[in-house]
């Protein structure tokens, strides 16, 4: 059935039927110049040598038309139909930011940790765990398609906490993924395969690569009210409201802590409230955690959401990446939990999980799984990570804090720039629209997302007076002449 669908949308798609046309229209101006070619061989033998001279010529060597027309398709893609995709919103700032020359420039746009030199980061404990795997001479022979056990133990603990009873019963299926991104597509494929015509809700916004993996996963979905705009704020009514609407057996995806792109979080009452309505409603929770320990500086405390779900007893499922909390964006590395209310039920997920991943990635990389196991594994180790994620914690709050005295002092307008203290982890939504934002690239050379998120991750310190004049100008001169462009045309 799914065969006969897709090669259907194939047939009917417009680029083919172009593909077609052209094809045609190649073979008809073949057929033209054959003819061409034996009247001119008639009439005049030097015309005809003058043809056959044409030495770029693909119909040169040509007898038939059938073969004239196979020769002359090789010079048309086969992929012409195939349109040029627009840039990913999110990398491509960063391309936009290395084309800028101005010394002065800012990238606040990739949610990566930087230094106060505004550096890339490695963690001094991943290079301890490094050097600790390169002195054992560890193989680097396939993993087995639900990836390194030891991984995917502490990756349980680090998450539900190492005494969990669903731990110890085994009502949880964890299976390694390719970072956050490629566990949250495993379970994707899960929900599209077993819950067939079921809804993702996700909170408007979120990171914008959600909407991507549900729609390749052929998941519908639907956005639930997050952010309140009024107050740069979250929208708990419009929340719960839309939550309590959805059908019942919806997904409900959450972001486990440091929501992006607005670092609004719900307090530990409004997740109860949320829990509640999810279990009245039995949807199904789908936690997002890619920024445990990294919001508060403390693994326990960003984990408390997926734990409060779990000690519930809701059956849920829970991404995990490493990308952030350990610095290791280019190692892969992450995994899909899927917590069921029996060991039988966890055993046939997993076995599901590990059949999806097969054919995607066959078996995910090992170097990052090593270097997690081996830190979680090792208390030294685990005491020098947590130390070095509370400083990166630490300097971003730091960053946080100088950018709303720099804005306090310099606004006279009365504005309240309070919201910005209340949201937490690696960004700050600040309310610029689309075109304030273009006005911090064009005017200030400080990219961002157009959404007006800012990495606080990619500031210093030394540059928050700088980006504190910048939002300022964005902010009320774009703001006065929006508001006397729509005056003009009212
Ligand atoms: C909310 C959220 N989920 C998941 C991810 C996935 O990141 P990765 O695939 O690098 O682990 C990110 C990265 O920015 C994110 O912000």
Not at 6 to 32: D, I, Y
Not at 99 to 128: F, H, I, M, S, W
Not at 198 to 212: E, F, M, R
């Amino acid at each position: 059935m799914r065969r006969e669908f897709t090669n259907g949308r194939n047939l009917c798609h417009p680029g083919v039927t172009r593909f077609a046309t052209n094809f045609l229209s190649l073979q008809s101006f073949v057929l033209m110049k054959n003819e061409l070619r034996q009247m001119f061989r008639l009439e005049t033998g030097s015309l005809s040598t003058w043809i056959d001279k044409d030495q770029g010529n693909s119909f040169k060597k040509t007898k038939s038309v059938g073969r004239i027309a196979m020769t002359v398709a090789v010079n048309v893609s086969r992929f012409e139909a195939i349109t040029m995709a627009p840039p990913d919103p999110i990398l491509g700032i960063s391309e936009a930011f290395k084309a800028d020359t101005d010394a002065k420039k800012l990238n606040l746009g990739v949610g990566a940790y930087r230094t106060e030199e505004l550096q890339p980061y490695v963690l001094n404990v991943v290079k301890k765990a490094e050097k600790l795997m390169l002195d054992k001479g560890e193989n680097k022979e396939y993993l087995p398609i639900e990836g390194l056990a030891a991984f995917n133990k502490v990756t349980a603990d680090l998450l539900f906490g190492s005494e969990n009873p669903l731990i110890k019963q085994q009502k949880i299926a964890t299976v390694q993924g390719l970072s956050g991104t490629g566990s949250l597509r495993l379970a994707a494929a899960l929900i599209e395969r077993y819950f067939p015509g079921a809804k993702v809700l996700i909170s408007s916004p979120s990171w914008g690569n959600h909407k991507n993996i549900f729609n390749d996963a052929r998941v519908p979905w639907s956005e639930y009210r997050y952010y309140d705009p009024k107050t740069v704020g979250l929208d708990f009514e419009g929340m719960v409201a839309d939550i309590k609407e959805a059908p019942e057996g919806s997904f409900v995806l959450l972001h486990g802590c440091a929501h992006n792109p607005t670092g609004i979080d719900p307090t530990p009452d409004q997740w109860e409230k949320i829990a509640d309505v999810i279990q009245e409603k039995n949807h199904i929770p789908f936690f997002d955690v890619a920024y445990q320990g990294f919001a508060s500086g403390s693994l326990d405390a960003d984990a408390a959401s997926v734990r409060l779900f779990a000690a519930r007893g809701t059956e849920l499922l829970v991404a995990q990446s490493y990308s952030k909390n350990l610095g290791l964006y280019a190692e892969r590395i992450g995994a899909i939990n899927v917590v069921c209310t029996s060991a039988d039920a966890a055993a046939r997920v997993k076995s599901q999980l590990k059949r999806i991943a097969r054919p995607m990635h066959s078996n995910p990389p090992i170097h990052g799984a090593r270097i997690v196991a081996n830190i979680v594994g090792d208390p030294t180790l685990f005491n020098e990570w947590k130390v070095e994620m509370e400083m990166m914690a630490g300097r971003i709050k730091n960053v946080r804090q100088k950018l709303f005295d720099s804005l306090s002092a310099k606004d006279k307008s009365g504005k309240d720039w309070s919201f910005i203290l209340k949201q937490i982890g690696m960004f700050s939504f600040t309310g610029l629209s689309r075109a304030q934002s273009d006005n911090m690239s064009n005017k200030w050379h400080v990219y961002m997302t157009k959404d007006g998120r800012i990495s606080l991750a990619g500031l210093s310190l030394a540059k928050c007076e700088y980006l504190a004049d910048a939002i300022m100008d964005s902010y009320h001169n774009w703001q006065f002449i929006l508001s006397s462009m729509s005056s003009y045309w009212q």
